[in-house]
């Protein structure tokens, strides 16, 4: 019973184009963690950036940063669609459930961005935040297997 697509793990492949030493390093260890990662890992890396994103776009929101708050919420909807295009709704009862907040996420992010709109962030975090804890409470309860590394081309979501 996955709901996550292995080939999500190509979202996390291609970090920040590094700008120093330190950053490659970074990338390198990001690369490695996500190549070494179990699909319920996976799942639990962009849930814990999508609300690194969400709190860093508010905090740009309050700021009236609104090049810091769009980059973050940009993020924010690049992980929504990844989650989204990788949920398999046939696989349990809860999936379509499960699409429906990630199409309101996804249309709440949409307004945080253009309205400029603090509190559709903050409703996006209270919505997914209780769902990123209980990814990383089904991810504790189960054995530990490694995914083999695939060598697939991958998208920038940046999970470090």
């Not at 009862?93 to 499960?98: I, Q, R, V």
Request: aromatic share 6%; charged share 20%; net charge negative.
């Amino acid at each position: 019973m996955n709901a996550f697509d292995l080939s999500a793990a190509a979202a996390f492949r291609q970090a920040a184009q590094p700008r120093s030493v330190t950053d490659q390093r970074r990338a390198q260890y990001t690369n490695e963690a996500v190549l070494s990662a179990t699909p319920a890992q996976l799942v639990t890396m962009l849930y814990d950036r999508l609300l690194l994103d969400l709190h860093r776009a508010e905090t740009a929101q309050v700021a009236a940063d609104w090049d810091a708050a769009r980059e973050q919420l940009l993020h924010a909807q690049a992980i929504v669609g990844e989650l989204s295009s990788t949920l398999k709704i046939d696989v349990w009862d809860g999936g379509e459930g499960l699409l429906a907040v990630y199409n309101y996420a996804s249309t709440s992010l949409i307004t945080a961005n253009v309205h400029r709109d603090v509190q559709a962030t903050r409703d996006c975090i209270r919505i997914l935040d209780p769902l990123r804890q209980a990814w990383h409470d089904a991810a504790a309860s189960l054995p530990a297997a490694p995914v083999a590394p695939q060598h697939t081309a991958g998208g920038a979501l940046g999970v470090a």
